[in-house]
């Protein structure tokens, strides 16, 4: 079946604008993540969710960064008021079932502050 | 939190030599560990995990071997092949029950894995 879907794949966007990241997790899949990988580094996390419920969102740098799955597929991660160091590439994953462990990822999107 | 760290950060190995990526984790009540492979340009794949009441996994010719008490775990890849070349991920999290909510996944810093013709 369709793996996880990312759009936009590329975002180029001012520095000051607000973006909003679409995660389209693999059909069924309970659980949903967002995480940030920076070029030659591992995914970092970002937050995650159960069905709709936002189960921890610690690693959101700051109060810029905000996510939501308010009918528990779809989700989208908001970066308001855009800063260069923001600028890395964005990646969901989707997982079948709460505490399931195994992580499908994304394809991503690559975000750039200019 | 979790700390993961990975060695070596490049490899490179002769074709048909075997490939040995290893990690150490901090958080002992750590219990789930997959390996990613990322070619360049694409999503990290899921190629292989272990929970912690296994010891040692395998699967071809790709195997991931844990140590709980010394918190480390490696992949091993044997008969290495050119399409083996990516980067290698490990991670650690902790799952699901009883504590659901610290299913997060934290990486390691990678391994470039070259394999020479």
């Known amino acids: 079946g369709a793996g996880v879907s990312q759009s936009p794949r590329y975002k180029v966007t001012k520095r000051g604008q607000d973006v909003a990241l679409r995660c389209d997790p693999i059909s069924g899949h309970v659980s949903l993540y967002w995480y940030r990988q920076a070029l030659g580094q591992g995914p970092e996390f970002l937050t995650y969710?159960?069905?709709?419920?936002?189960?921890?969102k610690s690693g959101l740098p700051n109060d810029r960064f905000s996510a939501e799955r308010p009918e528990g597929s779809i989700s989208t991660l908001t970066i308001q008021r855009t800063e260069q160091r923001d600028s890395a590439m964005y990646r969901c994953?989707?997982?079948?079932?709460?505490?399931?462990?195994?992580?499908?990822f994304g394809p991503g999107t690559r975000l750039t502050v200019t | 939190g979790e700390n993961v760290e990975q060695h070596p950060s490049t490899l490179s190995v002769q074709e048909g030599d075997s490939a040995v990526i290893k990690c150490t984790y901090s958080d002992s009540a750590s219990n789930y560990f997959p390996w990613y492979k990322q070619e360049l340009g694409k999503r990290p794949q899921l190629i292989i995990d272990i929970r912690s009441n296994v010891g040692e996994k395998k699967d071809q010719r790709i195997a991931v071997t844990l140590n709980k008490t010394a918190k480390h775990f490696s992949l091993h890849i044997t008969e290495t092949q050119p399409e083996d070349s990516a980067v290698y991920f490990c991670a650690a999290s902790i799952r699901g029950f009883p504590v659901f909510g610290n299913e997060k996944l934290t990486f390691g810093t990678g391994t470039r894995l070259t394999i020479i013709p």
């Open positions: 969710f159960n069905y709709e419920a936002q189960q921890d």
């Open positions: 994953a989707s997982s079948p079932r709460q505490a399931y462990g195994e992580q499908y």
